[in-house]
């Protein structure tokens, strides 16, 4: 989470960013954390890009969503300190929930602060309880930015199950890591992944009242990129099936 907050601080300093994250570089000098270590970790030259890439692609299906729902409500799951609430110009109709596990949420608190149409709720999605706190009915956008993989099928299931029921209607923004995500995430810095795929048809087949709309690679935009070194970098990497398919963002409408 604090490597993603990092990134997005970083590629928010280019002249021309993708992203331009600036809540990312206030919490970054705000966070009192060994910020040089992660810096070390994450390569930020250029896996900045591909955090951005990710993030604006999210936020461009989630404007879109509500542009043409300016009434819903916004779930955005395993929210981390992404600034997406703030970021994103949302009309007053809107309430949004960012959730995630109580000591996340606990840090969260520190950077930002509750509104009549923007709480916070400590929780794992995968608690039943959390979303009796959310008003039922719809619309809804659900994003899950980087959290799926960290669940096992089962709880994704049952998850999204919850999700389907309590909502008269709505869409589900995620993003899934091949099914090299969980061996890779054993030799590295990732975090344990438990769940891989890089068919996102595996989630319509748990809950029928999903349908897939979209799907695209993360490295997608890449004649985004504003430096050149880093832009024939993605282009090649993008090249690679299984470069380019390793972390996909799926868009599901219910
Ligand atoms: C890779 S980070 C992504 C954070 C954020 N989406 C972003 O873009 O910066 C994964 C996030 O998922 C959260 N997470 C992992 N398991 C969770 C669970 N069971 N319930 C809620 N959040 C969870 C972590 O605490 C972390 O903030």
Redesign the pocket.
């Known amino acids: 989470?604090l490597c993603?907050?990092y990134l997005r601080a970083s590629e928010s300093r280019l002249d021309q960013p993708i992203l331009g994250d600036h809540f990312a570089a206030k919490d970054v000098a705000r966070i009192d954390y060994d910020f040089a270590r992660i810096h070390r970790r994450v390569r930020p030259d250029t896996n900045q890009f591909m955090v951005a890439l990710r993030?604006a692609q999210f936020d461009a299906w989630i404007t879109n969503y509500l542009e043409a729902h300016p009434d819903a409500t916004v779930l955005h799951?395993?929210?981390?300190?992404?600034s997406r609430p703030f970021r994103l110009a949302a009309s007053e109709g809107v309430r949004w929930f960012d959730?995630?596990?109580p000591q996340?949420i606990a840090l969260r608190r520190k950077l930002y602060s509750e509104s009549e149409n923007y709480r916070m709720i400590g929780c794992?999605?995968?608690d039943a309880g959390w979303l009796e706190d959310v008003p039922t009915g719809g619309p809804v956008a659900i994003a899950a930015?980087?959290?799926l993989m960290?669940?096992t099928p089962p709880e994704v299931a049952e998850l999204l199950h919850r999700l389907t029921e309590r909502f008269d209607g709505g869409e589900l923004f995620a993003d899934l890591v091949s099914k090299w995500g969980p061996p890779l995430s054993k030799v590295s810095a990732s975090g344990v992944i438990k769940w891989g795929t890089r068919d996102g048809g595996e989630i319509t087949g748990w809950d029928a009242r999903l349908r897939l709309i979209d799907d695209r690679s993360v490295l997608a935009g890449f004649d985004e990129i504003p430096l050149s070194r880093q832009r024939s970098l993605y282009r090649r990497l993008h090249s690679i099936p299984a470069i380019r398919n390793y972390d996909r963002v799926f868009r599901y409408a219910f």
Not at 77 to 82: F, H
Request: hydrophobic share 50%.
């Open positions: 989470m993603l907050l993030g799951l395993g929210c981390g300190l992404n959730v995630d596990l996340i794992s999605v995968t930015e980087g959290l960290y669940l």
